[in-house]
């Protein structure tokens, strides 16, 4: 109850910021897009991590606020974006599985979208399958992804390869996109069973006509394992840290 209100007054105060990680096209080094990553920034504390806050968020119904916020403020920064001729980057948005089963989804996106005057496919939309996604009201949020699509907006499958992502998933939803999970990316070298599960996700997602996203990546040996499996498409520490936008603006403009 306290930490809600203390949330609420958060939002309502402006201590809530987002930062973009970018994801990287390894075989020109171009940053094709980036995920927008919330951050709290807490008067006494410092800096919050969303682990800290998302699950309470989640708990107390804060989550569809919270989520709106960094959908129009994520939108609201690929205009600007556009607007500053900046590369036609994609923007990935962590979207909550609270979020995609409420009934009014729909809306809060097309509002997000009003605003925006970029293609819809630059905006993509990214799912951890959980629980919360999988086991109440799939039909609402089966709705709610083909709404998606109908606006041209993309889907990806979050840290595939962990927690409830059941294959099932992948032939009833209309998914875009799959994000390796970085617990594997980041045994790679390790000797066990990564590697192998890397390659047959990347395999997987070719067979399926899915587009394939390494993250986690920090290492030049994971990036040589990926490149010769023919994943490019690579985000983690070894190209950039997730960073507010007026940093991320000179970063782009020093190496594009
Ligand atoms: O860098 P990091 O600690 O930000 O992110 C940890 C996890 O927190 C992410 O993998 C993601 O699942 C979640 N997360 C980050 N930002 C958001 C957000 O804006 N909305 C939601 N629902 N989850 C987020
Ligand atoms: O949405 P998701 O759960 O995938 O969020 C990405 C999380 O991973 C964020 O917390 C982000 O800060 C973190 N992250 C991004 N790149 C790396 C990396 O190369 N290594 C590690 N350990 N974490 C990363
Ligand atoms: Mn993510
Ligand atoms: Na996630």
């Known amino acids: 109850?306290?930490?809600?209100?203390?949330?609420?007054q958060a939002l309502d105060q402006g201590e809530f910021a987002l930062v973009y990680q970018p994801q990287i096209d390894d075989r020109n080094g171009r940053i094709r897009g980036v995920e927008?990553?919330?951050r709290w920034h807490h008067p006494r504390r410092g800096l919050v991590y969303p682990a800290e806050f998302i699950p309470i968020a989640e708990e107390t119904g804060l989550i569809r606020t919270l989520g709106e916020w960094v959908l129009r403020e994520s939108c609201r920064q690929l205009r600007t974006w556009r607007h500053a001729q900046l590369p036609n980057l994609r923007m990935a948005v962590n979207?909550?599985?609270?979020?995609?089963?409420q009934p009014d989804f729909l809306t809060v996106v097309d509002r997000a979208l009003r605003e925006a005057d970029?293609?819809?496919?630059?905006l993509?939309?990214?799912m951890e399958l959980t629980e919360t996604v999988l086991l109440h009201n799939v039909e609402t949020t089966l709705r709610n992804l083909r709404g998606l699509k109908e606006r041209g907006i993309s889907l990806a499958i979050d840290d595939f390869g962990t927690g409830y992502s059941s294959l099932s998933y992948l032939k009833d939803f209309p998914i875009d996109r799959i994000k390796i999970d970085r617990s594997f990316v980041g045994e790679i070298s390790h000797g066990g069973n990564a590697a192998a599960i890397v390659g047959t996700i990347i395999a997987m997602a070719r067979s399926l006509g899915l587009a394939v996203i390494a993250e986690g990546v920090e290492t030049a040996q994971q990036v040589e394992f990926l490149r010769q499996r023919d994943c490019f498409d690579m985000q983690g520490y070894y190209f950039a840290r997730p960073m507010p936008a007026a940093v991320l603006e000179r970063y782009l403009q020093n190496i594009q």
């Open 1 to 8: 109850r306290d930490m809600e209100t203390r949330l609420r």
């Open 36 to 38: 927008a990553l919330l």
């Open 95 to 101: 979207i909550s599985g609270q979020q995609f089963k």
């Open 118 to 122: 970029f293609d819809p496919a630059r």
């Open 124 to 126: 993509e939309l990214e």
